[in-house]
């Protein structure tokens, strides 16, 4: 009884690996191919259960789906002799299972570098047709066209298609970033000496301007004032004339007077005049000489 079950059992199990080395499914995320002592003898394999030769026929399944690999920084030298590191990454997807196979032997890793190893010359290619600027500032679009166009067929011979390179960093070796840090910092020095010295050469031409017109404003006042002041004179002496002319005696005192208080009662001052000059007369006679 034991031994009847235990058959039944390994018959069951039998018949189990027999289907499983019989049918196999397919996802929609898959492509799948049929090998036959490692040659290809099915490629046309739609998603779904499919049917094979149990232990006869081995079954590869690959990624359809968008595969993204990451490169390490390499080094690319531009149109100016210059070196740059950069660092991409690949995005790509498998088109043709069997020319994959063929050509990787169904390793994906493989694929990887191998593909790698394109883009990295197209790369080379593209970089060395442009100045470090140009590189910089290049369009993406414009960028990624030329170096599909430069790994275009050999991708193709993979059974690969190159959907996208991005360029997720560029330097400079670090020697070369000292040597353009030190040139900047002198563009920099020479720049600003130059605006110092424009700023210095306009602010001298700024107060030459003002001294100028200063100068100038001064003079005009001072003209303007002397003009003003001979006419405010000649009007005071027109006026003390016309007060005066009725007694010119007392005009005749007043201006004595006047030269007394300036002549005078100055510390340390010397005349030497005669007493009977006319200068003295308001002195000597009350009347002036009358």
Same mark, same amino acid.
């Given at each position: 009884?034991?031994?009847?079950?235990?058959?039944?059992?390994?018959?069951?199990?039998?018949?189990?690996?027999?289907?499983?080395?019989?049918?196999?499914?397919?996802?929609?995320?898959?492509?799948?191919?049929?090998? /036959?002592?490692?040659?290809?003898?099915?490629?046309?394999?739609? =998603?779904?259960?499919?049917? &094979?030769?149990?232990?006869?026929?081995?079954?590869?399944?690959?990624?359809?789906?968008?595969?993204?690999?990451?490169?390490?920084?390499?080094?690319?030298?531009?149109?100016?002799?210059?070196?740059?590191?950069?660092? @991409?990454?690949? &995005?790509?997807?498998?088109?043709?299972?069997?020319?994959?196979?063929?050509?990787?032997?169904?390793?994906?890793?493989?694929?990887?570098?191998?593909?790698?190893?394109?883009? &990295?010359?197209?790369?080379?290619?593209?970089?060395? /047709?442009?100045?470090?600027? /140009?590189?910089?500032?290049?369009?993406?679009?414009?960028?990624?066209?030329?170096?599909?166009?430069?790994?275009?067929?050999?991708?193709?011979?993979?059974?690969?298609?190159?959907?996208?390179?991005?360029?997720?960093?560029?330097?400079?070796?670090?020697?070369?970033?000292?040597?353009?840090?030190?040139?900047?910092?002198?563009?920099?020095?020479?720049?600003?000496? /130059?605006?110092?010295?424009?700023?210095?050469?306009?602010?001298?031409?700024?107060?030459?301007?003002?001294?100028?017109?200063?100068?100038?404003?001064?003079?005009?006042?001072?003209?303007?004032?002397?003009?003003?002041?001979?006419? %405010?004179?000649?009007?005071?002496?027109?006026?003390?004339?016309?007060?005066?002319?009725?007694?010119?005696? @007392?005009?005749? @005192?007043?201006?004595?007077?006047?030269?007394?208080?300036?002549?005078?009662?100055?510390? %340390?001052?010397?005349?030497?005049?005669? =007493?009977?000059?006319? @200068?003295?007369?308001?002195?000597?006679? =009350?009347?002036?000489?009358?």
């Amino acid at each position: 009884m034991n031994g009847r079950i235990g058959a039944i059992i390994g018959g069951l199990l039998a018949v189990a690996i027999v289907l499983s080395q019989t049918f196999f499914v397919v996802r929609q995320n898959e492509f799948a191919i049929v090998l /036959q002592f490692r040659d290809v003898v099915r490629t046309d394999l739609e =998603p779904g259960l499919h049917f &094979k030769i149990p232990f006869i026929n081995q079954v590869q399944k690959f990624e359809r789906r968008v595969i993204t690999r990451n490169f390490p920084a390499e080094q690319f030298l531009t149109s100016e002799g210059k070196i740059l590191n950069v660092d @991409f990454y690949v &995005k790509w997807r498998i088109v043709d299972a069997d020319r994959f196979f063929r050509a990787t032997g169904g390793l994906e890793e493989a694929g990887a570098n191998r593909l790698g190893e394109i883009v &990295k010359d197209g790369l080379k290619g593209v970089i060395a /047709q442009r100045t470090i600027q /140009q590189v910089v500032a290049a369009e993406r679009a414009e960028f990624i066209n030329n170096i599909v166009k430069v790994a275009g067929q050999p991708v193709q011979q993979l059974g690969l298609q190159l959907v996208d390179v991005r360029v997720k960093r560029i330097d400079l070796p670090d020697d070369v970033t000292d040597s353009v840090f030190a040139r900047m910092r002198q563009e920099f020095a020479r720049q600003a000496a /130059q605006l110092r010295a424009e700023g210095e050469e306009q602010a001298i031409r700024i107060r030459a301007e003002a001294d100028r017109s200063r100068t100038e404003i001064l003079s005009a006042a001072q003209r303007d004032a002397e003009k003003i002041r001979g006419e %405010g004179d000649a009007a005071a002496a027109q006026i003390f004339a016309r007060a005066t002319a009725g007694n010119p005696e @007392f005009f005749s @005192f007043y201006r004595s007077m006047q030269a007394y208080r300036r002549a005078l009662g100055r510390e %340390g001052d010397i005349m030497v005049l005669s =007493p009977e000059g006319q @200068f003295f007369r308001y002195m000597q006679q =009350p009347g002036g000489g009358r």
